[in-house]
């Protein structure tokens, strides 16, 4: 909330952060309460909503925040040390899209992708989007917005049983650049959509982003991968 009040939503609209509210991480967490997870990374973890929680609610997890702003890292690594899980919650200073996935262990990819204009995003970062979806058979737009980059890198992480849980803009539902993420969604030997929860366009979750927004839950399985495979066949 401090850094906030210090660096305004224009100021921080270019990096895309906006965060969590604790209502929202709460209800995240609790969707999961059922699964256990040997890993939760977080990515472009904030000042560690997402990190902190996750790490009460999973004690035996090893938990990697995942954050390229230098100041909100520094800032994280404060709330990690004040939270008194310095030993458990690591602060990976990086942008998620470069992240090497853990080497072992069943691992929840959890948080709240930073939401940058794809007028904000490097040419570069944009024609590496667009490969990472080719190589998958699909076309995708470079007029994408970050977080849905971050859901293909985190998708690109994934192995067997690893779980996703992100929030983000619902606009991918039904816009143009959207169908690259509903392709891959769909895909029989895709991420394994679990379920989708949309928010209630009158019910804005974020106080300082006037965006609609959906929670996409996705388990990489074969029993998923099954069911996707069928609706597949079924359109």
Request: proline content about 3%; some cysteine.
């Amino acid at each position: 909330d401090a850094f906030c009040r210090d660096n305004d939503a224009v100021a921080r609209r270019a990096h895309g952060i906006t965060l969590t509210p604790t209502l929202l991480v709460e209800a995240m967490l609790g969707a999961l309460k059922d699964e256990s997870f040997d890993t939760i990374v977080d990515a472009g973890a904030g000042s560690g909503r997402f990190a902190i929680a996750a790490a009460a609610r999973w004690p035996r997890a090893q938990v990697l925040a995942v954050e390229s702003h230098p100041q909100v890292a520094a800032l994280l690594r404060q709330r990690v040390r004040e939270s008194g899980l310095a030993s458990r919650i690591e602060v990976i200073e990086r942008d998620f899209r470069e992240f090497e996935a853990p080497a072992t262990g069943r691992t929840l990819y959890l948080g709240n992708p930073p939401y940058v204009r794809h007028h904000d995003i490097d040419a570069a970062w944009k024609e590496g989007y667009a490969k990472g979806m080719a190589a998958r058979g699909i076309r995708a737009s470079q007029l994408a917005g970050l977080h849905a980059h971050f859901v293909l890198a985190a998708t690109q992480c994934m192995r067997e049983g690893d779980a996703l849980c992100f929030v983000t803009a619902a606009e991918w539902l039904d816009n143009g650049y959207g169908s690259a993420l509903r392709s891959l969604l769909s895909q029989a030997d895709g991420p394994g959509l679990r379920g989708l929860w949309v928010a209630d366009a009158g019910q804005p979750v974020f106080s300082d982003a006037l965006v609609s927004s959906v929670v996409l839950w996705a388990q990489r399985c074969e029993a998923a991968q099954a069911v996707m495979g069928r609706i597949a066949e079924r359109a």
